[in-house]
């Protein structure tokens, strides 16, 4: 016969918390298998359940085979509460309930009344779960009873934090708090560290319910400390998470990603791979808010692999799901369809409830992008019938509009309109407005489609009206959900809805109107994660801005509490969602109604956070005598363009936008030659020459010749659309002349940005402001430094390492009337936010430029690709350009390709020679091109900038001179 193994106590806890088949490894084991050891498996178990609930339920397993075994009373029931907290933990929350109330009858039995009361605060959790809130309170007063009676003070403390949660459950929010500050209180006293920063925690979590997230965040930032001091590092690395949620819930995205980054950081240290792998999750999310998904799939891949090593299918799913929709934007279908129905799968096994028919209408989508609109129908339809028995209005209507879609591409009219006015009325009562505004557009469609212009139109203005209510960036699943996220839709219907309808004055007005209006949506959402960052430029408005940050925080996090009500639980009430809808509703209104305060004051700042577009009278009254305004529009795959000026609005239809861009791409690609060898450029110059002038002839022949007879002026403002922006409109060819030799000409992202730039006060100082940074493939910028020195007045110079971000924080650059920086620029397509400028110690990004505060009439970027911007969806460009207006400059000169260093400092010469005689930018633009036309006839010398913003007025200049700051004019690197 074998002899039994002899064993500790303590190791026997531990081999059997890890052991596979604990029940076999207790039968081998030599130890006194009476009711102590019942008692230290039970007791061990909730411990281990912070930790490792795998573990705590083998011990609870352990224990409860060894209480039959041993048949003490005490012994029994203390396995049987180890059991229900193993239950509880796991999920299956009724059957913990049995568990506490088989514990209760036998502790009763024996007479243990302190035992009764700790198995009845224990069991409040599931309580909770169940619903059963009468019962948990009950429960609670005879457990709160007995703790009293016997002076139990850390008990007490416990129950009050499981009664806060009772009360947190049922949305009772403020006396929650009461019970949780009650508990901490307690917890402190008895000396209970890991008591004290879970309560701090819950703490926390009731704040932001209550939308106090200034105080939450003390609270949290509080928690850290004291877990640092009790020496805790893995709740410190959970306290430097929440701090980082705490900024992603309440919209502040860049904040929350340094603070991700310095939480990550310190979970290596100590090894939490957890709070690692939150971070990871909760950054791939904001990264699919940003649209920056190259990133989002970086962060989802990591964090799903990270949650399978943890054995976590909850989490781990939805880093697929993310990793799926952030490989279904990058194009990648394939993969993104088995990406999601292995994050069904798990979710299936989770028993979420929400996700797996989420996922469903996700694969929808996909479905119709890749052309198979019948098994899209098929899974949308199925998706709303579940949604609909899960009392979920709002994705049950999402469906319906997706399955409305498809009706619509395949020529079933009336079936698209029936299913778009049911999702109407299903969101009668439901405030949704990111569902709401797709169902009404796609109202609209359907009415377009079957020819009723009038319904249409009306539809389209109800979506415009819904989606000027939705102030939030975030809208969670209802927006990641991509087939009709283009808000521009709206407005391409209400541009062609307005031109059918009505006098024509009128139509052109009304259709100008919703021209500018989508220009201004779309920034705005492309902005909206920085817009809560920046201040406002003059102190009065700095009161307004933090009162539209504040409303605003507190809509982004009731959008983050209704996505994780509905998402985040396998069981939720209908009834609290609705109510966090409307509190979302009031919120909304109240950032309105802020934001109209907002542009009062600051009307820059005001549309930076979506605060609507200028009327467009005045727009018209801010152009002066001489100046039109040529606003290109691209809708429906055809350009038009819009002429305006004080007493002129005319929209003319010019052709498919498809003809343009073939010629756009072929004179990129004419001047992208220019960065081969000399060689090839002296050999093949004239053949160069003969096919970029045919390609700006063409261009010029179908975007301006069919409106010479309107283009009575001696200013041009130019606004792009889309591909238009790539066009030097300027060098457009017509008949040996160029454009530049008709108009002066300056650009604008929109007619509204240029009204803004023209409202400002011109500097009200002389000195200009200059600095450079060159290298080995710029090396005459320092000559271009130098000779500059010699021309503008009152200069003060920045050259090699002095030309730093502090330069252009100086209050000599925000008094600056001229600001010239020459250096290399470089451009982040997949992140415009982070395209920069290089300085001697960094680079200045985009994000950095919209913190300066300039007041200069013009600043200058003399470098390679400094006026390279992201277009998205044909709105105003994203960019150092739209960065440097909001700064407070009046106009931007930048250039709009890779520049011949040679010719560039020659051309900034005789520029600023002719401005400080007194010329108006755009007209010392024109003379500098023509003059170095005459030298360089080929447009790659001579038309590489483009003046942006207001640049029709000029003045001229003293020649007083200040002594250059930080190093000399002949530094160089």
Known sequence: MAVPEPASLDGVIERVSRAQQPLALLKRLAVDAGPELVIQLADEVPRRARSNLDEARRLARAASWLAQKVGDPHARARALRADGHVQSLGGRYRAALARYKEAVEAFTTIGAEIEVAITDSGSLQPLIYCGEYDEAFARAARARSVFQRHGDQARLARLESNAGNIYFRQDRFEEALACYQNALDGFRASASPADVAVTLRNLAT?????????????VYKDARVYCESAKMPLMTAEADYNIGYLYFMRGDYQQALDLYAAARAFCVTVGDRYHHALCDLDEAELDLEVN?????????????AAFDQLGMRYERAKGLVFLAIASGQLGDTIASRRLFSRARALFVREQNRAWPTLIDLYQAVIFLKIGRPG?????????????VRLMMPAKAA????????????????PRALTLSLSAVRRLADVHAPAVAWQAALMVGSAHEALGQEDKAFAAYRRARGLLEELRSHLRGDELKITFLSDKLAIYEGLVAMALKRGAAAGRAEAAFGFIEEAKSRSFADLIAFRASELSAREPAGELAAAGVREARQQLHGYDHQIERETTGQKHFDPMRLARLRKDAGVREALLADRLRALRSV????ADLHGGGALEVPAIRASLAPGVKLLEYYISRGMIRACVVGRDQLEIQELGPAADVAAIVRLLRFQLGKFRLHAEYLRTFGRVLLDATTNHLARLHQLLVEPLRDVLDADHLVIVPHGVLHYVPFHALHDRGAALIDRFAISYAPSARVHHLCTARPRAASDHSLVLGVGDMLAPLISREVTQLAGVLPNVEIGLAGDATSAQLRSAAARTARLVHIATHGFFRRDRPMMSSIRLSDGNLTVADVYQLRLSADLVTLSGCGTGLNVVAGGDELVGLTR?????????VMVSLWDLHDESASEFMVEFYRKVIQGASPAAALAAAMREARRERPHPYFWAPFGLVGDAKEGRGTSRRRQAPIGRQIDGSR
């Open 398 to 413: 999402l469906a319906e509009v997706l399955m409305a879609r498809v009706d619509l591409e395949a020529g079933r009219l």
């Open 883 to 891: 960065g440097f207006l909001h700064a407070g400059a009046r106009a």
């Open 375 to 387: 098994d899209s129908r098929r899974l949308a339809a199925d998706a709303r019938r579940t949604f």
């Open 206 to 218: 009731c704040l932001i319910s209550l939308t106090r997230y200034d105080e939450a965040l003390r």
């Open 292 to 304: 920056d998904f190259p990133a989002a799939v970086v962060m989802a891949r990591s964090a799903a």
């Open 602 to 605: 600051d009307a820059d700042l």
